[in-house]
């Protein structure tokens, strides 16, 4: 506790833009931007700039400042800072499509019809893991990708500390962490989906979430061999 106290002075949180604050000269630059509409103030950061780089860029398109937190101590330190300062919350880059990283009040319209979107659904359900996966639809922009996989932030943290030893492992050791794949329900792609003859609009959807597990380094084995075997057939 007291170095922690005597360390707010000098320790330096290193951005993307190779840059350094304090945690107080974060906090003031990061306010205006990254505060969501429940008053949060939303400090994300990348524990992996190679691997998280496609949502860094897709970040910084919207002016967001990406802090480093690249060592195995930094997860019990997101939770201290968290602890002592009031509705301030941490996020790694890729925990949420970025519009959803820090939540805002604009809402975005769907092109599509509660049928077709049902439809849409319905097509992701029958082709991709549904046991592992959890599968949202959501409006975004049509320049955004037309899906998308996150982790959640809470569990994802949780069992990166339990692997440490720094946690119950009765809480997270066993629990299979699912992903969250969010469909944009405004992208050309998925509209173009639902012309499409069954056996297209299978292989095609094999193809957009192979697509999203190999952006987050999540394919593998096997399921990267039918991947890349797959595109040839697709070029």
């Known amino acids: 506790e007291k170095f922690y106290?005597?360390?707010?002075?000098?320790?330096?949180?290193?951005?993307?833009?190779?840059?350094?604050?304090?945690?107080?000269?974060?906090?003031?630059?990061?306010?205006?931007?990254?505060?969501?509409?429940?008053?949060?103030?939303?400090?994300?950061?990348?524990?992996?700039?190679e691997e998280q780089h496609s949502y860094i860029h897709q970040a910084k398109e919207y002016g967001y400042e990406i802090v480093k937190l690249d060592t195995m101590i930094d997860n019990h330190f997101i939770q201290q800072l968290e602890s002592k300062n009031e509705k301030?919350?941490?996020?790694?880059?890729?925990?949420?499509?970025?519009?959803?990283?820090?939540?805002?009040?604009a809402a975005i319209e769907s092109v599509l019809s509660k049928e077709q979107e049902e439809k849409l659904k319905i097509l992701f359900e029958n082709t991709v893991e549904k046991n592992?996966?959890?599968?949202?639809?959501?409006?975004?922009?049509?320049?955004?990708?037309?899906?998308?996989?996150?982790r959640n932030e809470f569990m994802r943290r949780m069992q990166e500390m339990q692997k440490m030893g720094g946690g119950s492992p009765f809480m997270f050791g066993n629990m299979e962490e699912k992903i969250n794949l969010v469909v944009n329900t405004n992208h050309p792609i998925n509209t173009k989906l639902l012309e499409e003859d069954a056996t297209h609009q299978e292989k095609h959807i094999k193809q957009l979430y192979d697509l999203a597990l190999l952006s987050q380094n999540m394919l593998k084995g096997e399921a990267l061999t039918k991947f890349v075997q797959r595109s040839f057939e697709l070029i």
């Open 5 to 49: 106290e005597r360390s707010n002075s000098f320790a330096l949180f290193p951005t993307t833009e190779n840059t350094f604050y304090t945690f107080s000269e974060l906090k003031e630059k990061i306010v205006p931007n990254q505060t969501d509409k429940d008053g949060n103030l939303v400090v994300l950061y990348t524990s992996d700039e």
């Open 88 to 105: 301030v919350q941490f996020k790694r880059v890729d925990a949420d499509i970025v519009s959803n990283l820090i939540a805002k009040d």
């Open 132 to 150: 592992k996966v959890d599968i949202e639809l959501k409006p975004l922009s049509p320049t955004d990708a037309p899906i998308v996989i996150t």
